[in-house]
């Protein structure tokens, strides 16, 4: 230890003399210049720290948050007379990345350093809000905006300092999330904590002063290795590393989404149409609004550079499309034929909307009859679900979910098929049914124990359903053919077609 | 505490490498140890001299500065490493460095030298990087450095320096704002780059340094406007949102007839659909009579082009469009956003809260857009509550006469729902709905007083508070539903409510004379009992009694304000001792009195029931001021129309001729294009100059011969499809700009221009030529048959007559590939059978370190004035004279063929007919690509087409005769030798070695005087160029100038050497395999600089 401390000294003393010497160099006109780093105003933005919460507390022990780190973050806002005009311009200052428990378990800077204590403001609005997905995704601070997004219990919160279009930090941060769990399997926060330095590695790249940079997943993971168990390994013998040895040419390429110099053995290219089906449908079983988006999702592993065309036999049913920079829209307008050099892997290629002018086939029914009585502390709960309209194919993960009114204590239920839970704290009732037999239809019947004393709740409980329907696209809609040109192999195409539901609700 | 459980893992394997002092230490990420001892730990580790120790160490550093832990003592043990040869360890020291610069500024001057180095690296990647680690340091003493290297990276060679050179001007500006005129300089600079990658980035930077300075994106607004689609998602929303704020200050309001017209009139107007807005155009178009309103060719070019990136799947890049149009577009127009904003309600619950908000703002100004999706609006009781009351906003502004049942009955099912804030919210949504629509004010009405016996307190207080504001508008009709309300003070327990509806019967005593004392009467027997708030009404409600009906109340009143004074709350006391001197006439009480009931029944102001979204839209949609309605820090108002359109012409590019020429040309050939093409197109040459080969895939290849304004102008003809009136209209306009432009001789630009307009013409007749190819293009055709989606204009003519050749040259390549958006490639050198070999070849040709290599390869027509040659003179011709010129464009059908634009004015009066070329007399191997028939050429009319002769490599005259409906004229094209080779372009090393290839025979030498105007660079460069289609190549020495080019046919290299001596003295040398070509050459060369 003592010797390394010996040996580190002369190097800080040649560090001083060399840093003498350009300093010389340069100075001139510019020495006149950095007396003004004093003048900075050192009082933080926030209401200081004094509010941090216990957990937070905690956190702000690192050395955080004192006057010396507030300092250069006031730069912009209250430095140099002569620097007040410009606003500090970035579009992304700092990223904190908060879970649920409210601590802050990474933070970010690209800018200079904000404090934590900006942080602040959001837990308040986050008390506030009575769940999490009400924290308002905006929240000023008298110095800072604060940007938030929610996704996998975590909060993703971006400090920016002036006007700036607000869906372009939102739309970021889901990128952020996307290429996390593009990177890691699930972004969450155990694994983020795992891959700290990787995760730190990627945001770096992704923004260069607060403005994205590189955000294609495919020039990223050049550019920063994804980890997996067997480059793990292999690092630990070889003592390589994550970072790509050799410089990433796709940020310059004609085609940024893809990486040069592919290579699979098996050349195969899947697409999955996924069609969700939104509805509303009201007591009656009459339908409210009901509409279809769809996906079709890629996973493409050629080899070269390979050019892809992919038809339609119905494409006039999509009525609004947006897609994945690779297509060419020309071609889209004019023919109606996909074209495109895919990005390498996975991909979402097109997302549709079928025109609301086409009637949506409803593929399952609800049958039910919930009811409260005035006076008394027993309500009897019984639902049925049914196929309806689904083209011969069987209904299969079918999930009833249910949110029960708060004065629900209890449920004593029997599921023909499948299995129920309710929980009694957070009034959540829902029921794994599987697959749907026409022969013999699942239902669930029985009765609730309501907190005596109390009158009946005003609104019977809505039904949330999930379904999903293998080989079906429920629009209809049909590929037609898939042709690649540009490489000589043949490669392996697969077409899957499935139908789930979306937002399916049904009012009681 | 320290290093967390994670970092062991990685420690161990670090110790594994036989390390164990450093590696095993417990104490190194034991809980036990202190801050400095492990800092000294991690010291040790940096200081060794395995670089896998370096990593450990600053892979842990890195993690405590993610957590935000202090690493600042670490300075100068890391600082050392930024020179490392580890490319790991290099970038995390770099992003420590960027993070604790701005603290140990001294220590940090210590790695710049680092960078500089790294600024001078022949690899642009590493220029880059250096550039950007170099400007993220903030260390103001640097700045000097920093400016120089951003100027310096300005002009790099590779577009990603230049972009990162545009990233780098903010950061710089934020350091030092006193560089501000220096930065705005490498703005203007960057701004005029072609490529799509700095385009985004140098806006960005635009916006942050200097967003007031407008005037620097006049010559770069139509460039930016057709680079637009290709750039990155990010850049996109910055560049139009800045364009948004441009087209504000630049053009007139599109709406300026229509402002006078009624808001019903409105709602028909955009209905939306595709149907309705040619109604609307007709209806525009007779308003425009009226007083004539023509959008500027710019401000629909901007529309026109950003109308396609509704489609993306960028959130961010939807919003900033459907902004645009909102603020930009004529109202007809509008709807068209309607459908992607809905779109992005499918999204995650943060974008669908910025997009409702946006709805929300703009369905007030425009309702219709978004009624045909008023469903979509619809609540699920799954959406979190900010969403739910964002959606009820819209769903109450779309309210109409028509559609207000359903909603009500959708408002039904939400007031039952579980969430009270979304319940209260609804009930203030059917409040609004019953003040703006007089038709359902009285269901609304008695909904609401249903609703008074909620259990709820918060559903019985905000109906109230609703109720009250409804009555306050017509108190006189609904005397019932006071005396309703009045009953209702029996069984409404909530005290808020029981307040409102005393204050309710107070206020209205006169029209509920009779049940307004009994009212007072039971509260006054409850007194005692009632809450505070409740207490205060009843006084109140007693003092009003007192003043209209004293008779009655006199006696009640006196005895609540007894009980009054001895209440327990003081608020409720004073109140009580305040009314009573006021309304109790004594002998003290003083004037007051007198105006007692002025001031207790003054008439009240009815509430105004409207969306807190009203004139919002002052604040840019999309902005996050708009959003919190606020003006946020570094907000730019958005300036209002002006009125009076500024000079359109600032933004005429006059620039290089052969720019313009390019472009427009481009335009003609109507060839599908992958819509990123036109990067490459723009950028391939420079870019392949640094970065390997395969980086220029075969895309490259096919784009070369496209460009940025190819893709546009295609879209808008297809565009065009659904707008012809307007097409047309700008067609005209367009036509006569180019007249004004200029007499159809000299001016490359104006016979382009002309040319264009003659294959508008052409194609008006080219179906008849058309049918004739379709049966030699086998698929070629039909595919651009399948593409013309009923809009063609010239272009897409041009481009039928064009193609088939190109299957005739080369039908296997095209089934190779058999992609319609591929354009045939220029000439080879080896006429090979793979396209995207060839293709390849020409882009390693196109490495080059030239200013010129911004010009596509072997593509642009060397600048010059192009000499016209009289194929047909106008005595000889009866009437009809003919002209021809060498365009020097690729002969799109055929890379061997060189393209000769003909113009053929009548000038007779009478019509020409079926004018063609026939009997082609030509020496063999030469071949020629008639133009197809013209049918029909008016008196006074010139056509211009385009013909491909294959002239072999000799300057033989090809013979044809041209035939007209009665006549046959004998011509001959012979063309200058200069004529028959195409630009190349390559590096000076390679030209070197291509000349040591060509001596002796192939060498041809003069010597030659100058004269006296070829002195200068500029003028022997344009001398030359003139002279002989060729290129110019980098050259390292002052006095000497070097050309390359192919010959069409055989492409053989063509190398000219000009090199200047003392005075005008100069020598010149030419090397080409084809000696006669070579001879002639020179000649003609000699011939033109001599002059």
Redesign the interface.
Known sequence: ?RS??A??RP??VV??V??RT??LG??G???S??P??SARCPTPPGKGRGRGRGSRCR?AR???GSG?RGG?RCA?AAGRA??V???????IHSLFLINASGD??????W???VS?SVCDYFFEAQERA??A??V???I?TPHH?LL????HKIFFVAV?????????V?????RVVDTFQDYFGVCSEVMI??N??V???VL?EML??G???A?ESNILKELIKPPTILRTVV??IT?S???G?Q???G??????WRR??VKYTNNEAYFDVIEEI?A?I?KSGST??A?I?GVIDACVKLTG?P?LTLSFMNPRLL????????V????W???RIL?F?PPDGNF?LL?Y?VS?QNLVAIPVYVKHNISFRDGSSLGRFEITVGPKQTMGKTIEGVMVTS?M??GVLNMTLTPSQGTHTFDPVTKLLSWDVGKINPQKLPSLKGSMSLQAGT?K???NP?I?LQFKIQQLAISGLKVNRL?M??EKYKPFKGIKYMTKAG?F?V?T | MAA?P?YGEEKG?SS??GEPEYGHDPASGGIFSSDY?RH??L??ML?SNK??LK?EAM?RI??M??????ASDLF??V??NVACK???VK??VY?YLV?YA??Q???A??S??TFQRGLKDP????RASAL?VL??I?V??????MMLAIKEAASDM???VRK?AA??I??L??L???Q?DQLIEVIEKLLADKTTLVAG?VV?AF???CPERIDLIHKNYRKLCNLL?DV???GQ?VII?MLTRYARTQFLSPNQNESLLEESTEKAFYGSEEEDTKDAKAEAASLAKRKPYVMDPDHRLLLRNTK?LL??????V???VAQLYFHLAPKAEVGVIA??L??LL?S????Q???LQNVATMSIKRRGMFE?YL??F?I???D???IKILKLEVLTNLANETNISTILR?FQ?YI???DKDFVAATIQAIGRCATNIGKVRDTCLNGLVQLLS???ELVVAESVVVIKKLLQMQPAQHSEIIKHMAKLTDNIQVPMARASILWLIGEYCEHVPKIAPDVLRKMAKSFTNEEDIVKLQVINLAAKLYLTNSKQSKLLTQYVLNLAKYDQNYDIRDRARFIRQLIVPTEKSGALNKYAKKLFLAQKPAPILESSFKDRDHFQL????H??N?K?????ELPNWPDEAPDPSVRNVEVPEWTKCTSREKRKEKV??????D??GES?PT?SAD??P???????GS?SSSGSSS?SS??EE?EGSGEQSEEKEEEEKRTKRKEKEGSRKAALGSVASEEEEGARKAKKKVSQGKKSHTETSSEEATASE????GSDSGSEGDAKQKKPLSSRAGPKEIS????D?FTPPPPQPVPSSNI?STSLVTDLEGLTLTDTSLAPTLLSPAFGTVRTYELLHRMAGEGLSVEYCFSRRPFPGDPHMVAVQIQISNNTDTEVKSLRVSEPKLLSGMRIQEFPEIECLAPSDTASVVMGIDFCDSTQAANFQLCTHTRHFYVSIQPPVGELMAPVFMSENEFKKEQGKLMGMSEIMEKLTLSEKCRSDHAIVQQVTSAANVGRVPCGADNEYRFAAKTVTSGSLVLVTLERRQGAAAQLTVNSEKMVIGTMLVKDIVQALAQ
């Open positions: 230890m390394c401390g040996r580190s190097a800080a560090a001083g060399i840093a350009p300093l340069l100075s006109a510019v020495v210049g950095s003004n780093q956190c690192g050395g955080r010396r250069p912009g002569r620097r005009s410009p606003p500090a311009a970035v579009m802050i378990f990474l933070e970010k800077h800018k200079s350093v934590r009575s769940e997905e009400n308002p995704p905006v000023p905006y938030s997004v929610y996704r920016i300092q002036s006007e700036v279009p607000p869906l372009f939102i739309e970021f941060l889901h904590k795992d700290v330095v995760v730190y590695e770096e260069d002063n403005f994205p940079l955000t690092n630990t003592g590393t994550n970072v040895d410089l990433p040419t940020q310059l390429s004609v085609v940024p040069t110099g939104d509303i009201d409210i609004t509409e988006q550079m050019d009525d609004d499309v947006s897609f994945h920079p690779c060419r829209f020309k071609r307008e004019s023919e074209s050099i979402r997302s909307h609301a949110q009114p708060k009158s709740p005003d609104e809505t949330n042709d040109y540009g937002k609700q009012r | 967390s994670a394997g594994s490498l001892k000294d730990d010291k040790e200081d670089d896998s990593l892979k890195v993690a500065i993610a957590r935000g832990k202090n100068p043990a600082v050392k580890n490319i790991e970038k995390l992003v993070r701005e603290e500024q001294d220590l001057l210590l710049i030298s690899n642009q990647l590493i950007r400007s993220s903030r103001p003493i640097i700045v000097p450095i590779s577009p990603y990162t990233h780098a903010p950061k500006y934020s030092d704002s006193d501000k980035s960005m916006e942050e340094v689609i990155e998602e990010w929303v949102n396609p489609q993306s799947r960028n959130a961010a939807v919003m900033a459908k992607a809905v779109r499918r995650h619950s943060e974008v809260y910025v997009v045909p469903k979509s619809y699920r009781s799954t979190p509550t900010q959708e099912t039952r729902s579980m909620n259990r709820d999309g902005s996050l001021s959003l919190l606020a946020a820090v570094g907000y730019q599908e294009k992958p819509f990123y093409s990067s490459e391939g870019e970065s390997e395969e980086s220029s895939s075969e895309e490259s784009s893709s295609e879209e297809e399948s593409s013309s989606s190779l590939l058999d992609l958006d995207i």
